[in-house]
C-alpha cells in the first residue's frame, strides 16, 4: 500500500508523541537522580553519583529492596506452579465448568488492586488469622501473577504440545517422563516469560500490597513513605530509577523470549 | 495358515459421544505384511489406526498384539511406533535426540544409542545431518525423521497415519517407492492410513477398504481391483462402468435395457434380485459397429458421445442403452483416432472382466 507523505510523517509525529508521552516523565526523574543539590529545581545546575552510593548505603532502602526479591521471587515461584498446572489441566482436560475456570484465573488482571487488597486483608486478618508480612505479601502478589504464567503457558501448550506428547508417549516415555522431556522442554521459553512478566508484575506493585504488607516495607512502598521528606527526596528518585531498571530488564527478556519462540518452534502442521 | 496374526482386532466399536467410528471391525493382519487401510475421509480408518497405537480406547471388543491383549494400554506399554501425520518432532530436540528418544527411555546407553540412532538416520538416507533442528529441515526430511524415530525401537508394528499426505506429488511418489523398500529391509509390519488408492494400490501388499466404519472388502490390489465386492469398493478404486439388470438364472444377467451379460461363474453366488454388473473402462475392446466381434464376449452398441486424447490412451464416453459407458482405449498403434464424435460403435470386453455388485440404492435415488 501506497501511503501519502502526509500520513507517513503524520503517523511518525504520533508515535514519536506517543512515546514522549510515556517515557518523558520517567527521563525527569531518571535525570533527577543526578541531581547535585538536595532541591529539585528546572534545569538541573549541577550533576553528581553522590546520591546512588547514599541510596545504596541506606539501610531503609537495602531492607525494602530485599523485601521487594522476596517478594517478587516468591509470588513468581508461586504463580510458576499454579499458573502452569492451570493451564495444564485447562487444555488437556475438557471437564464441566472448564470456560468458567479458565475466565476466573483471569479476572484478577482485570480486579480493582483495592478489592483485592481489601478483601485479602480481611481474609488474613479476620477470616484466618495470619499476620500480615512477607507471606500474605507473596500470596497477594500471587492472585494477579498467576494470569501471566497461565496466559504464556496455555498459548503455548495449545499450539504444538498435544501432538508431540503424543509421540512422547509411543516412543515409551510414561506420563511422568513425557511431562519432564517433552511438555517441560516445549513450553520452557513460555514459563520463563511468564515468570518475567510475573516478576515485574510484582516487583512494582502498590496497592495490594499496602493491604497485605503489615510492618514490611517493599520498594514501592518504600518510596511512597519517603516521598514527602524533602530530606530524602535525592534518594527516593535514585530507588525509582532502580525500580524503572529492575522492571525494564525482565520485560525486555520476555518480549524477546516471546518473539524467538512465535518464530522457531514449527506449528503443529510442520512443514506445509 | 497358523501363524499367529501380528495384529488383531475382535468385534471393536469405538463410540464418539452419539456417533459411531468404527462399527464392530474384527481384523487379522500378518507378520511382515504391508497393510493399507484404505478409505474417505470419516470411514473410521484414523480412528482404528489410533486404537491400535493406543491413544483412543475402543468402547467395546479387545485389541490383540501377537497373543497379547492390550486392551485398555498406554502407549507406551504397546509394542507400536507411530509416524504422524504431522511427524510431531520434537521441536526441542535435535535430530539425533529425536530419533534417540526412544531408545533412551528404554534406557539404551552411550556408544549403543549412537550406533543405533546412525544406523537409522542410515536407513532412511539421511546420514550426517544428526546436529540440525527440525525447523531447518525440509518437509521430506522431516519425515524421515519421523520414520527413523517410530522405527529405532524395532518395534513390532509400525503404524502410519497419512504420512505423505504434507508432500507435494512428486516427493510423495519418491517417498512410496522409499517407504515400501524400508519396510522390504526392516521386514517389521506396516500399517498405513491413506484416502489416496493409488498410494495403497502402490505399497501395500494386503489392503482394507473401508466405509462408515466397517471394511468394505479386504484384499491383494489385484483382488480389489479385479473383482471388486460392493459397488463402493468398484468406486473407490479406480473407474468402473456399472449397469443395472437382474440375474437370468443360467449365468447371465438380464440388463434393464434389454440384451444380457455373462459374468463369471460363481460372482452370482447366492444373488437374486436386482444386482449391476461392472467393468473397467480398459478392459473393453472398442471398434466400427457392424464389425463382427469374437465369440464369446459381451457387446453392447452406442454413440461415441465425447472422446479426449490423453497420450498414453484415448478415453471415449459411449452413450448406450444401459447408460453412459467409459472406455479407455491404448493408443498402441501409430496414426489416426478410430472415432470421433458420433459414431456408431461396438464396445465388447470379456466376461472374466466382468464382476457384480449389489446395485447401490443411493446411486438409484440420484437418477431419479
Redesign the interface.
Known amino acids: 500500500m501506497v501511503e501519502s507523505r502526509l500520513a507517513r510523517y503524520g503517523l511518525r509525529l504520533a508515535t514519536g508523541a506517543t512515546l514522549a508521552f510515556i517515557y518523558a516523565p520517567l527521563i525527569v526523574i531518571a535525570l533527577y537522580a543526578f541531581n547535585e543539590r538536595r532541591t529539585q529545581t528546572w534545569p538541573i545546575k549541577g550533576w553528581t553519583l553522590d546520591w546512588f552510593g547514599k541510596a545504596l548505603d541506606n539501610p531503609g532502602v537495602r531492607e525494602a529492596l530485599l523485601t521487594s526479591l522476596k517478594a517478587a521471587a516468591g509470588a513468581t515461584a508461586l504463580a510458576l506452579v499454579l499458573g502452569t498446572l492451570a493451564s495444564l489441566a485447562v487444555q488437556r482436560y475438557r471437564f464441566f465448568g472448564r470456560e468458567t475456570v479458565s475466565f476466573l484465573v483471569i479476572l484478577p488482571l482485570a480486579l480493582p488492586g483495592i478489592v483485592t487488597g481489601m478483601a485479602l486483608n480481611s481474609t488474613f486478618g479476620e477470616v484466618l488469622g495470619i499476620q500480615l508480612g512477607l507471606f500474605t505479601v507473596i500470596v497477594g502478589h500471587a492472585t494477579f501473577c498467576i494470569v501471566v504464567v497461565y496466559n504464556n503457558v496455555l498459548a503455548r501448550l495449545r499450539r ?1 504440545v498435544r ?2 506428547e ?10 511422568w ?1 513425557t511431562f519432564r ?2 511438555t517441560l ?2 513450553t ?1 521459553t513460555a514459563l520463563l516469560a511468564g515468570a518475567l512478566l510475573a516478576f515485574a508484575l510484582s516487583f512494582d506493585e502498590v496497592i495490594v500490597t499496602t493491604f497485605t504488607a503489615g510492618a514490611q516495607q517493599t520498594l514501592p512502598i518504600w518510596i511512597f513513605t519517603n516521598l514527602s521528606r524533602p530530606n530524602q527526596l535525592p534518594i527516593v528518585n535514585v530507588v525509582a530509577v532502580l525500580v524503572i531498571l529492575l522492571s525494564f530488564i525482565p520485560v525486555y527478556f520476555a518480549q524477546k523470549l516471546s518473539q524467538e519462540s512465535a518464530g ?3 506449528a ?5 | 495358515m497358523n501363524q499367529i496374526p501380528d495384529i488383531t482386532l475382535e468385534r471393536v466399536t469405538k463410540r464418539f459421544e452419539d456417533v459411531v467410528a468404527v462399527d464392530d471391525l474384527s481384523l487379522e493382519i500378518a507378520p511382515g505384511s504391508f497393510f493399507a487401510m484404505l478409505g474417505p475421509s470419516g470411514c473410521g480408518k484414523t480412528t482404528t489406526l489410533r486404537m491400535i ?3 483412543e480406547e475402543q468402547t467395546e471388543g479387545r485389541i490383540l498384539l501377537g497373543e497379547r491383549d492390550v486392551s485398555g494400554l ?3 506399554r504397546r509394542d ?3 509416524v ?1 501425520q ?8 535435535s535430530l539425533f535426540e529425536n530419533v534417540a ?2 531408545l533412551r ?2 534406557g539404551v546407553k552411550g556408544g549403543d544409542v549412537r550406533r543405533r540412532v546412525e544406523e537409522m538416520l542410515e536407513l532412511v538416507a539421511l546420514p550426517g545431518l544428526g546436529k540440525r533442528k ?2 531447518q ?4 526430511q ?2 524421515r525423521v519421523a520414520l527413523a ?2 522405527l529405532v ?1 524395532s518395534p513390532r508394528v509400525l503404524l502410519l497415519d497419512e504420512p505423505l499426505g ?2 507435494d506429488l512428486k516427493l510423495r511418489k519418491q517417498m512410496q517407492l522409499e517407504l515400501k523398500r524400508i519396510q522390504n529391509d526392516v521386514g517389521i509390519t506396516f500399517v498405513h492410513v491413506t484416502h489416496d488408492q493409488e498410494e495403497a494400490m502402490t505399497m501395500a501388499d494386503t489392503i482394507a477398504v473401508m466405509n462408515g466404519g466397517k471394511i468394505e472388502q479386504l484384499g491383494s490390489p489385484a483382488e480389489l481391483y479385479e473383482h471388486p465386492q460392493t459397488a463402493f469398493v468398484a468406486g473407490f478404486l479406480g473407474a468402473s462402468n456399472l449397469l443395472r439388470g437382474r440375474p437370468n438364472g443360467d449365468g447371465t444377467v438380464a440388463l434393464d435395457a434389454g440384451g444380457a451379460v455373462h459374468v463369471p461363474d460363481g460372482s452370482l453366488n447366492g444373488r437374486s434380485g436386482r444386482v449391476s454388473v461392472g467393468f473397467r473402462p480398459e478392459k473393453v475392446r472398442i471398434d466400427r459397429a457392424g464389425t463382427a466381434a469374437p465369440d464369446g464376449l459381451n457387446r453392447l452398441e452406442g454413440t461415441v458421445a465425447d472422446e479426449s486424447y490423453v497420450g498414453v490412451s484415448t478415453q471415449y464416453i459411449v452413450e448406450t442403452a444401459a447408460g453412459p459407458v467409459a472406455v479407455y482405449s491404448q493408443n498402441a498403434d501409430p496414426g489416426a483416432r478410430a472415432h470421433g464424435r458420433g459414431d456408431r460403435v461396438l464396445l465388447a470386453w470379456s466376461p472374466e472382466s466382468t464382476f457384480v455388485v449389489d446395485t447401490p440404492s443411493q446411486d438409484e435415488e440420484e437418477i431419479e
Request: a positive charge; zero cysteines; charged letters at 15%.
Open positions: 504444538v501432538s508431540i503424543e509421540a512422547s508417549m509411543d516412543l515409551g516415555a510414561d506420563t517422563q522431556y517433552v522442554p516445549a520452557r522457531g518452534v514449527p503443529a502442521g510442520g512443514a506445509r | 497405537g493406543g491413544f498406554p502407549p507406551y507400536v511406533n507411530t504422524f504431522s511427524y510431531a518432532l520434537f521441536p526441542h530436540l528418544f526412544g527411555r528404554r527440525p525447523r529441515l525440509s518437509g521430506g522431516q519425515q524415530r517410530a525401537n504434507a508432500l
